[in-house]
């Protein structure tokens, strides 16, 4: 099973965030990310949001 990541440097944000997340499904990976979005950058849950986040998504791990 290949890990997937969304690291939050890649992202457009007035915050300067540094986070990066992985998880072992997408599904996995989206409720975390929009956890993340809501409760850091102050987003709306959304059905535009979760389509914008998933552009995000990387196979493996996040870099060094």
């Given at each position: 099973m290949t890990r997937k990541?969304?690291?939050?440097?890649?992202c457009p944000s007035d915050v300067k965030c540094s986070v990066?997340?992985?998880?072992?499904?997408d599904d996995e990976l989206m409720e975390a990310a929009v956890q993340h979005a809501v409760a850091v950058h102050q987003h709306t849950d959304s059905p535009e949001l979760r389509s914008q986040l998933k552009t995000f998504f990387h196979d493996g791990t996040p870099p060094a």
């Open positions: 990541y969304i690291d939050c440097r890649e990066a997340l992985c998880a072992d499904s």
